[in-house]
Nanobody
Framework: QVQLEESGGGSVQAGGSLRLSCSTSSYIYKNSCMGWFRRAPGKEREKVAYIDTNGISNYADSVKGRFTISRDNAKNTLYLQMNSLKPEDTAVYYC???????????WGQGIQVTVSS
């Protein structure tokens, strides 16, 4: 069973920062486009950012300039550095893996991020 495990969530005041981490197996990590998604209360799931195996990244307009996605190949770990957080960033954040950066096959359990005003 493929496992993706998120960590690093929590509560922070607006303007603050958090870093999310996602660890998975070496095989999945090295062969997959990795991404972050989020689901806010009452809203549909939203793609936040993804990064392919060549390090090419893509961001939702709502997080551009504030969030940075990165990969640590030595640790098989995906990161999402979130700066200048806003209350509207409050959501459950999910890590996901895909072979194509479009069909997301594997998902983590999700981790809560709460930003207070």
């Amino acid at each position: 069973q493929v496992q993706l495990e998120e960590s690093g969530g929590g509560s922070v005041q607006a303007g603050g920062s958090l870093r999310l981490s996602c660890s998975t197996s070496s095989y999945i990590y090295k062969n997959s486009c990795m991404g972050w998604f989020r689901r806010a209360p009452g809203k549909e799931r939203e793609k936040v950012a993804y990064i392919d195996t060549n390090g090419i990244s893509n961001y939702a307009d709502s997080v551009k300039g504030r969030f940075t996605i990165s990969r640590d190949n030595a640790k098989n770990t995906l990161y999402l550095q979130m700066n200048s957080l806003k209350p509207e960033d409050t959501a459950v954040y999910y890590c996901a893996a895909s072979l194509t950066c479009s069909l997301w096959l594997y998902w983590g359990q999700g981790i809560q991020v709460t930003v207070s005003s």
